[in-house]
């Protein structure tokens, strides 16, 4: 085993909190918030292993830790392998997500329009859904993502627009279906930039119009909130 239970319970509560505070993470922080059963000097020696197998890495010269696009394939895999994952936890979510598809009725464009609205606000990061039939990319998220963080530097606003062009150009291209897809960081196959993730899945909507939809964001976004709420969707279009 490439790599042990503790190690994994060190790498998942390092990611969240890299997730909820975009800074990295030292094993002080870790020992304090966290009862791994194990001494401080322990913490260190486990994080340094997850540092040499690539789970991990040092940004410049912090004493923290950052995940690497290893660390948060393992960490998404792990949300994907559970598949109750959406039914707890996002009822309030669940609610108004139902509560949209019975105002907007059979409308597809009001649904598209409320739908990509609440993802993009539920999510913080920015939707798109591409309405295959009509070839036509409903998009929301710009309030939203700009307050990340990642984008307080020069170049991820151009760098962001160019992943958003080359995924409009190329989407067709991937083979999508009902299953939740997660490209992270380098694994993106819309553009050489690295920086970003992308979660997508094909969707069936109101009178059988099919649909794409997707999140799109920085690499530290919050895949178990995103990956819960588009599986809840999905569940609540099956209710239709």
């Known amino acids: 085993m490439e790599i042990t239970q503790r190690q994994i319970e060190i790498l998942d509560k390092l990611i969240q909190e890299y997730i909820d ?4 993470v030292s094993s002080q922080l870790l020992e ?3 009862d791994f059963s194990i001494c401080p000097a322990m913490i260190r020696i486990e994080m340094q292993k997850l540092t040499d197998k690539g789970f991990i890495c040092q940004p410049h010269t912090s004493a923290g830790r950052v995940p690497t696009d290893k660390g948060y394939r393992f960490f998404v895999d792990n949300l994907l392998a559970r598949r109750s994952l959406g039914e707890g936890g996002l009822k309030k979510e669940v609610s108004e997500l139902e509560d949209i598809f019975q105002k907007a009725g059979k409308d597809i464009f009001k649904v598209a329009s409320r739908l990509t609205k609440f993802l993009a606000e539920q999510s913080s990061n920015f939707t798109i859904l591409n309405l295959l039939e009509r070839d036509f990319f409903w998009k929301e998220g710009w309030e939203e993502i700009l307050q ?3 984008f307080e530097e020069k170049d991820s606003i151009s760098h962001f627009t160019e992943l958003l062009e080359s995924f409009e150009e190329n989407i067709e291209n991937l083979k999508i279906n009902s299953e939740i897809k997660v490209y992270i960081g380098k694994e ?3 553009s050489k930039n690295k920086d970003f ?5 094909k969707c069936h909507l109101p009178k059988k119009e099919e649909g794409i939809l997707s999140i799109l964001g920085p690499k530290r976004m919050a ?3 995103n990956i819960g709420l588009i599986n809840s969707l999905m569940k609540s279009l099956e209710k239709l």
């Open 32 to 34: 304090k918030k966290y």
């Open 197 to 201: 993730s992308i979660i997508i899945s």
């Open 148 to 150: 990340e963080p990642e």
């Open 223 to 225: 895949y178990d909130r």
């Open 21 to 24: 505070s975009a800074r990295p």
């Open 188 to 190: 993106n196959p819309f």
